[in-house]
T-cell receptor, first 112, second 113 residues
């Protein structure tokens, strides 16, 4: 089955700097890669996703890149703000499985 | 805002008690899931359902059971709670065929003394 590895487990950046979180996956059949943000006391919420037919997707200050050959994908947050502090999860799935496999999570802290 | 609700949000009970965590969604989604989230943050799939009268065990073995009698309702039950069951339980739903966006509830934090 699919296995997703996420790094780093914790990340601390200065407000205004960029943050990058990386994930690798094992199943070459995987074709859907979402990112979730979990704020304290809440459930995870989808912030951006990418499918295997594109290499990059951007939505304001967040972007995701996908390298299918190397089987890794990354989340990029630019101009970080205090409200970006949260736990972020990557995930991978193939259409047939209909289930997401999550990475271990990254606790991002934005320092003012 | 996702329309998926979990109750109770917090529960503290003694060992041996039976508990049921409720999960309801008003989006008409066929697929529903239960995840267990440990203090180390990781999300572990313990149960899922693709529709009424359909339930499957997830990737992490769990002593809990689930039922899906109505599309909108996916309760999780522990017949005899133990301290090892102390955790955060998250319910989610999604629509359509294949992998797609999961909508999560806010979670039920269970503490077994």
């Amino acid at each position: 089955g699919e296995n997703v590895e996420q790094h780093p487990s914790t990340l601390s950046v200065q407000e205004g700097d960029s943050a990058v979180i990386k994930c690798t996956y094992s199943d070459s059949a995987s074709n859907y890669f979402p990112w979730y943000k979990q704020e304290l006391g809440k459930g995870p919420q989808l912030i951006i996703d990418i499918r295997s037919n594109v290499g990059e997707k951007k939505d304001q200050r967040i972007a995701v890149t996908l390298n299918k050959t190397a089987k890794h994908f990354s989340l990029h947050i630019t101009e970080t703000q205090p409200e970006d502090s949260a736990v972020y999860f990557c995930a991978a799935s193939d259409q047939g499985a209909q289930k997401l496999v999550f990475g271990q999570g990254t606790r991002l802290t934005i320092n003012p | 805002e996702a329309d998926i609700y979990q109750t109770p949000r917090y529960l503290v009970i003694g060992t041996g008690k039976k508990i049921t965590l409720e999960c309801s969604q008003t989006m008409g989604h066929d697929k529903m899931y239960w995840y267990q989230q440990d203090p180390g943050m990781e999300l572990h799939l313990i149960h899922y359902s693709y529709g009424v009268n359909s339930t499957e065990k997830g990737d992490l073995s769990s002593e809990s059971t689930v039922s899906r009698i109505r599309t909108e309702h996916f309760p999780l039950t522990l017949e005899s709670a133990r301290p090892s069951h102390t955790s955060q339980y998250l319910c989610a739903s999604s629509e359509g065929a294949g992998a797609g966006e999961l909508f999560f509830g806010e979670g039920s934090r269970l503490t077994v003394l």
